[in-house]
């Protein structure tokens, strides 16, 4: 059964390579982008910066309209990005650190006016879209990356551009 405590150290052991990606991110190109239909640079970075506080205040509530105009702001800074990202997360922590065990069992719904969406436990949601729906714009990020010519952190293991387990990061002589 999922329990606060396991979204909690999820979230922390996410917000590391979370925060590297973001780092990554350059400030010369916030307003590039992929396609005419694509979020800019600097939207998808603060779109990954927010999501971890946004849905955690959202699945708050009882319910979420799909009609809500939802922001998408771009970014002037990378620092700013990394700011709204420690924001977002201390706003996560905080609005789980509230709940009960019980809370996360209780229906939550998207709803389009008066007409239900879906309905799922509120532990689900948060799984599915405070974390999954997070590592899915945050893999995106990383195709923007590469296609900028950043360079791509490690995240689970090693990028072509990083190798955390190589003798030369850990600080070893060969």
Do not use: C
């Not at 922390?12 to 640079?41: C, F, I, Y």
């Not at 509530?61 to 977002?88: K, Y």
């Amino acid at each position: 059964m999922l329990t606060i405590d396991d979204l909690l150290q999820e979230l922390e052991q996410e917000a590391g390579p979370t925060r590297r990606v973001l780092e990554r991110v350059p400030n010369d190109r916030l307003d590039w982008r992929p396609h005419s239909k694509s979020m800019t640079l600097g939207q998808l970075a603060m779109h990954v910066a927010t999501l971890p506080g946004a849905i955690a205040e959202v699945s708050a509530q009882p319910s979420f309209d799909v009609a809500t105009s939802v922001p998408r702001p771009g970014a002037t800074s990378v620092a700013e990005v990394l700011s709204v990202l420690d924001e977002s997360l201390a706003k996560a922590r905080r609005v789980l650190g509230t709940m009960k065990e019980s809370d996360l069992a209780t229906p939550w719904r998207m709803v389009n006016g008066d007409r239900e969406v879906f309905a799922v436990p509120r532990g689900v949601f948060l799984r599915a879209t405070m974390l999954n729906h997070w590592y899915h714009h945050r893999g995106q990020l990383t195709v923007y990356l590469r296609q900028t010519g950043a360079l791509l952190p490690a995240i689970y293991g090693n990028s072509a551009d990083e190798n955390p387990m190589s003798a030369a990061a850990q600080g070893a002589t060969v």
